[in-house]
Structure formats: structure tokens, C-alpha cells
């Protein structure tokens, strides 16, 4: 019979590339199957084992590119990393100058007390803020900061000299002997003055005890006095001395301090006590008016409210015209507070606050009523202010700020 000619296929994959091994026997080039042609052409029997391919049996195509893909992926990768960074928010660094947050202050202490020249009443807070001066150093930077109540404005934002540093941090006490005399007592050896006509705070334990060389060894101790309008003064020798800032005088001894007090100072104030015998059993709480004549040395005392009763009264403010109180509104614990103004002729309630919870600190007498300062606790996120009071009992301003201020 006549054979047909005939390519011969790879029976697996049907390329014609092919190795002939032996007669007959052939390997093909493309996916390694080995078959055979049996003797009459009719059958074709294949073998295959898996050989991975040395080389594609495609035709030769362009050899860069495998680098023009590798330097594609390479730029697709940069382009998606910079749109990533571009559109990512912006994290904080808190020790970064460049960036916008900015520490809150340390809060060293604060006070409300009237301006001697306007009437008006300013709010002094005296803090610390962390200044960076790079190569990761930081430094303490003081401030005194004024702002009339009456309206939130600045009115000045001053950084303290380094020697104010260690007494303005230990929180001061302030104590004022009258208007225009107003004090502060700094880490229980530096002497404050607060200038209520310039809003400014000095140094002034060095000039103010110039002419006394009984206190030429240097201040080691000073403490306003609770009774008397004193300051009680120990020298570096460990001597004792009292001093009264209105009429500028030092004395040494107690018995020196009281005859003083008595022959110098009318006195016309409140305060609350009781006026009956003290092993009575059911002592209440009087508020008493007290009246001392240093012409006839004789103290004269009223119950000012009789027949009242106060829960934790406390006195906020006095002069000879005008008294203000706080009081619980209930015996319960932790209740609102009232403030309240007291007549100081009569007794009588003339104007209260709507109660509230917070904790009051110094008050002062302004031009047109009083200012307030207060602070609130958790509940409230510890805003604190002033609240500043029309002599009608009106509220003319909250000067209210966050926590963090």
C-alpha cells in the first residue's frame, strides 16, 4: 500500500518540532513528550514525562522588556507611595515647633483683685510653658498673664525674669491690706507686690525691708498673719519680727504687735461664731458684726441675722459697706452653693446667685459690683472663671475658661 506523506505532529501538544532519538522515536521540542510511529503508519503511541522547558519555543521577542517592566513596577510603586502620603492625616508632634499644638500652660496659681486706676476687675494667672531650643532640650518659661474680667480682653502677657521662676511655681498667697496694697508671699520667703494700678508683679522682699537693719542677715521666713493686718517675718539669724505694711512699721515682739494692732486700727468686721456660752449644747452658727474703737479700746458684737441658719457658711468678702457669703443649700453633702450679699446694717438678704456647684476662691469689689473667682470640678470638665456681679446682684460677665487654659 502506498504511504501517504504526512507531517508528524506531537500527539500532546501538536507541534511538528521534534528530536528523533532513535528510528522511529522522537522527543518533542516544545513540551517533552516522547512518542513513536508503529510499523504501518497507523498508530502513534506517546509517552509524556514533565521536563521543564530550558527555553520557550516561542519565537524570540523583545529582550528589555522585563527591565522596562521592572522600572514600571518600580515607578507605580513611588507614585502610589507619595498619593498615599498626600492624602494621609497629618499626625501630631508635640515637640515640634512647626506644628500647630501648642502645650497648655502649667497653672502655678491665679487671683481677682480691682485696677486702682480704671475700677476695673483683672484676672491674674501666673503658669509655666515648655519652650523647645532644639536638639531635644526644653525650657521652663514663666508668665504672668492679666485680662479685665469685665470682658476676657489681654491686657498683658509678661515672661518673668529667671530668679521668679522657683517662688512663682510654689503657688503664691496673696493677701491685700488695702486697696492699693496688695501682696503675695512666694515659697515662704519671697514678698510679691501686685502693682493694682500697672497690673505687674514684683519682687520687693529686698527693697521693702531696706530700712529695718534689724533684718540686714536676709529674710528666711514670711507668713501673712490671720488676725492682724501683718506680715510675721523670721530673719536669717532666726530672729522674729512683725510687720504692718499700712504704716510701715517692724516690731519684735507679740506684746508690741497687739498693743499696736489696738492703738492703730479701728476695726469694723463679720465673722461667724457665737455669741453664748460656749458649753451650750446646741450651738448654732452666728453671723457677728464686730465694731472696735482704738479711741475707747471697746469691742462691741451683734448677731447680725438672728435666728438664721447656715449650712458651712463662709465669709467671701468685707469692708464697711458691703459683705458677701457662700453657703450650702442644704445640710446634705456636696449641695449647691449660694452666694449671697448681706446688708450690713440690717441683715437682710439683698441679692443671691442661682446656686450652683463650684469651688470659690478670691473675690474683689470692682467699680460697678463684685468678681468672683471660681473653678468647677470633673463633671463640669474643671472650667474655671470669674463670675462678675452688677452690685444689684445682676451677672454682667462668665468670664469662663477651659481647663487647659
Not at 515637640?95 to 497648655?104: A, L, V
Not at 521652663?140 to 489681654?154: I, P, R, V, W, Y
Not at 505687674?200 to 529674710?219: A, C, E, H, N
Not at 450651738?283 to 438664721?308: C, E, F, H, M, W
Request: glycine share 6%; net charge neutral.
Amino acid at each position: 500500500m502506498a504511504k501517504d506523506i504526512k507531517a508528524i505532529q506531537c500527539p500532546h501538544c501538536g507541534s511538528i518540532y521534534k528530536t528523533e532519538t532513535k528510528p522511529d522515536f522522537y522527543r518533542c521540542q516544545n513540551c517533552g513528550t516522547e512518542y513513536f510511529l508503529d510499523s504501518d503508519d497507523v498508530h502513534i503511541y506517546h509517552h509524556q514525562q514533565y521536563v521543564p522547558p530550558l527555553q520557550s519555543s516561542a519565537p524570540p521577542g523583545n529582550t528589555k522588556l522585563p527591565v522596562y517592566i521592572l522600572i514600571g513596577a518600580v515607578l507605580f510603586i513611588v507614585g502610589i507611595y507619595f498619593v498615599a502620603m498626600h492624602f494621609q492625616p497629618k499626625k501630631t508632634n508635640y515637640f515640634n515647633t512647626t506644628s500647630t499644638y501648642k502645650i497648655p500652660r502649667m497653672n502655678y496659681g491665679s487671683v481677682v483683685y480691682t485696677n486702682t486706676a480704671t475700677g476695673d476687675p483683672v484676672y491674674l494667672r501666673i503658669g509655666a510653658e515648655q519652650i523647645d531650643k532644639g536638639n531635644n532640650k526644653t525650657e521652663q518659661e514663666m508668665h504672668t498673664q492679666f485680662n479685665n474680667a469685665a470682658t476676657g480682653k489681654l491686657i498683658a502677657d509678661r515672661v518673668m525674669d529667671d530668679e521668679y521662676r522657683a517662688p512663682l511655681q510654689c503657688g503664691l498667697k496673696f493677701k491685700t491690706f488695702q486697696p492699693d496694697i496688695s501682696y503675695a508671699i512666694g515659697c515662704d520667703a519671697t514678698l510679691f507686690q501686685l502693682d493694682t494700678k500697672n497690673d505687674r508683679l514684683v519682687d520687693i522682699t529686698k527693697s521693702i525691708f531696706k530700712d529695718f537693719p534689724q533684718l540686714s542677715s536676709g529674710v528666711a521666713r514670711l507668713e501673712f498673719d490671720y488676725y492682724k493686718p501683718m506680715i510675721n517675718v523670721m530673719d536669717n539669724e532666726g530672729n522674729s519680727y512683725h510687720y504692718f505694711p499700712t504704716i510701715r512699721q517692724l516690731v519684735k515682739s507679740d506684746e508690741q504687735a497687739d498693743n499696736l494692732w489696738k492703738k492703730q486700727f479701728d476695726r469694723h468686721y463679720f465673722e461667724f461664731g457665737y455669741l453664748g456660752d460656749y458649753f451650750d449644747d446646741n450651738k448654732v452658727n452666728q453671723l457677728i458684726a464686730n465694731r472696735y474703737s482704738k479711741q475707747t479700746g471697746k469691742l462691741l458684737q451683734r448677731d447680725l441675722t438672728p435666728g438664721r441658719k447656715y449650712f458651712d457658711p463662709k465669709i467671701l468678702y468685707q469692708d464697711e459697706q458691703n459683705l458677701l457669703l457662700s453657703v450650702n443649700t442644704t445640710a446634705a453633702a456636696n449641695p449647691p452653693i449660694s452666694v449671697q450679699s448681706i446688708d450690713v446694717q440690717t441683715g437682710k438678704t439683698k441679692w443671691a446667685l442661682p446656686p450652683d456647684r463650684y469651688y470659690l476662691s478670691s473675690v474683689t469689689k470692682w467699680k460697678n459690683g463684685f468678681a468672683i473667682e471660681y473653678r468647677k470640678d470633673e463633671e463640669a470638665d474643671y472650667v474655671h472663671g470669674v463670675l462678675v456681679v452688677s452690685d444689684a446682684g445682676k451677672l454682667v460677665y462668665n468670664y469662663q475658661l477651659s481647663r487647659t487654659e
